[in-house]
């Protein structure tokens, strides 16, 4: 445009903004005059403005990407260009872009792949072809740099002869017209536009192709597959030649996970003359679908020995991944790198088979690789986050399962909706979880293993009921699916109906043997029924539930089988939460008189309490990490390794093992004493430490729970001083409190801070109540007097019945009669206070 015509856009730019404010393609092209006129402060400021108001637009990211490397901003360039490409991974304009970016940052290996991709999704990309040409000549390839310049030659050819074209004069040509630019505004990430533009195109030729596949294109990637395949089953009589027809179909079907119907479009396409290597490939991943992994098998590697392509040997490690032939998954892929060494499908599944050999360092440089090669690659953001959830690093693969759905509409992308959903329930957001997982649903509601997700995520919110009517409105569909039994039984269990419980978890185990969390589930409650030498059995199950087995991959010394200890040295580790580390540490007496050195990796917090308890044991506070380098240094070395867990299978199989004791863990005497004499300054009375919330959401703590406020009675009763013992920041809470009921809680953060201190005031009071949460555990473990208010249905540890805990004597439970009912145990103990425990 001329500066006229720069002033007049500017002009209309800025009226449309003044009309809405929040315009943000008024700010776009406000940004693009700028940047036209040589103001790249001022284009950027537009820019970002957009990108504020519509961050879903790629071509916004990829206008600043353009910006930023005008001013040579060369990674916030490339950071802006691969944001632009996770919105429009086809954009061919900014795969160039982004190769150009590369190139000037002195990458030019990264360079050459984003011009390769570049003339992949636009084989017609003049400039993309030469510049993939002059890359690859300053490498060294010239062979490729010779295929790369002719393909530019015969593009300049092409372009010659197409600018003599007449313009569309016809409705047909028009509407031609219009689809062309809904494609081109599609690769540029404006969804609405390129819908807009398709529609048009159907108003005046409701038979067009192109814009029949654009418009079935869009619904699919917005999650309506259903509507896609209506619309081009609706609309057959355009695709008359039946080939490019049944390929669309087939690869609809497949999105659908309905790989009997695309496996027959497939082979439709093929049987009408198709010799693209892609359909082949998705017709071979139907076979094995459906049950034919070796027909699928023989055709690829027939296929492979034709058009030697990496993707074609990836797909046949893909395959044999699937059916646990990790040798020969190996070689195909070595095979596929050794024709393409930057092939992001061939290092993700290479990212795969590490997860599957526990190799978890490996597994996450080479998906990260492969995001770094291709950041629109689906398979490599799922399998980093797999690799990062083995590593706990739960954060992280969140952020890379979001990334695998977005970019994948089939099955992956519904195993990613899964996996997200675990990283939010272990990261303490359920209400996030069940969102994802709804949105799933919207996607590929004929996947029932998403509602035994969904179920889960509503169990940690404490909505039983929920839960288990979306578990049983599944079972309708699916009577026999392994996982909804499962959760039932959790959700049983948690109703306190445990033969029920029992039933499903077994009919579970019946119908899948292999089925995870229903012996994890089994084996909770047997547990919880007192059943502990076949509960421990299954509770072992828990090392292979996804989300922890990570847990049980850092060390590489042998099991402990429960076989002699005589002169071994063993390591025990910590491998839940802070109350079960304490429990199961009831066992270290047991393993320090039979082995000959015991080490034992703890809680940091616990440490210091630990090295007082267990003065045989060699004791290191650590935050578990996936390095194990630290043990290198222990003389003499580990011949064995166990989680503290585990222990009580060999320890701990009948009641009668529970020994009697009065305490186990030792606080420091000087702290006590200190604490006596603090607690002493209150007045007379007994002194009673106060715990009211316990537990994550996904071990219950909405049912195990308390508000402050419904203590009022029990915090009334005479001649009480109570002392606040809840962990994290109650201050606030606990002065509220004070001001409203005029109630004194007495609160010392130094108390709370620090763990050894928090032992040495429980050892000082006179007793302590509390709901069910670690402090029960500390109490009992130092052998001091608790009262623990239970609801209905606790947590495994505290039995369904009774008032005795067999792990701690010195315990007492006070249960709820009915679920949720907190008036009658409250009252009870209130009862108890009067009558004077604890004194």
Partial sequence: MEAGDLDGAEQLARRVIAIS?????????????????????????????????????????????????????????????????????????????????????????RAADSYRNAVRYAPTHLVAASNLGSTLRSLGEIRGALRAYRREFWLRVRSVLVRRRPRPKTTAEDAASLATEAEFWDRRGNVDLARALADWALSLEPANRRALAIKAALLERSGNAVAALELLEAAKAAFSRGAEFAVKRGRLYMSLQRYDAAGTALREAIDAGIQDPAVQ???AL?????GEPLEALAMLERQARSTNDAETWTTIARLR???????????????????????????????RLRVKQEKIGDAIFLCRTAVDRDPTCADAHYWLGRAQALAWLWDEACDAFREAIQLDHGSLGGDAAIWLSNGLRTLEKPEEAESAL???????????????????????????????????????????????????????SADGEMDEALRYARKAIELDSAEVTAHHNLGLTLLKLGRYAEGWEHYEWRKRLPTRAGSYLRFAYPAWGGESLKEKTILLYAEQGLGDEIMFASCVADILAQAGHVVIECEPRLAPLFRRSFPGAAVFGRT????????????????????LGSLPRFLRRRTDDFPSHSGYLRADSGKIAKWRERLAGLGAGRKLGLSWRGGLARTARVRRSLELGQLEALLAVQDIRFVNLQYGKSADEVAAFERRHGVRLHHWQDALDDYDVTAALVSALDGVVTVCTAIVHLTGALGR?????????????????????????SVTILRQRQPGDWAAVLQEARDKLRAGWGG
């Fill in 21 to 109: 404010a929040r315009s943000a393609d008024g700010h776009y092209f406000l940004g693009e005059i700028f940047r036209r006129r040589g103001g790249s402060a001022a284009a950027e400021k537009h820019y970002r403005r957009a990108i504020q108001l519509d961050g879903r637009i790629a071509y916004f990211h990829h206008a600043l990407g353009n910006v930023l490397q005008d001013q040579a901003r060369l990674p916030d360039a490339i950071a802006s260009y691969r944001r632009a490409l996770r919105l429009a991974p086809t954009s061919a304009e900014t795969w160039n872009d982004l190769g150009t970016a590369y190139f000037s940052s002195g990458q030019p290996e």
């Fill in 281 to 283: 490939r998705d017709f």
């Fill in 286 to 290: 139907c076979l094995a679908a459906i």
């Fill in 321 to 351: 991944l699937d059916l646990d032939q990790d040798a020969t998954a190996f070689e195909a892929l070595e095979q596929a790198l050794r024709r393409d060494p930057y092939s992001a499908p061939a290092l993700a599944q290479m990212g």
């Fill in 438 to 492: 709804r949105t799933a649903l919207e996607r590929w509601p004929e996947e029932p293993d998403l509602t035994v997700y969904l179920a889960m995520a509503i169990i940690d919110r404490g909505e039983l009921a929920r839960a288990s009517a979306e578990l049983q409105r599944l079972l309708t569909r699916h009577p026999e699916h392994p996982g909804a039994l499962a959760a039932l039984c959790a959700v049983k």
């Fill in 624 to 643: 578990p990490t996936s390095s194990n380098a630290w043990t290198r240094s222990l003389d003499p070395q580990p011949e064995i390794q166990s989680p």
């Fill in 785 to 809: 007097p608790a009262l623990v208010l239970a609801p209905f249905s606790p947590e495994w540890r505290y039995g369904i019945a009774g008032e005795a805990m067999p792990w701690y004597p």
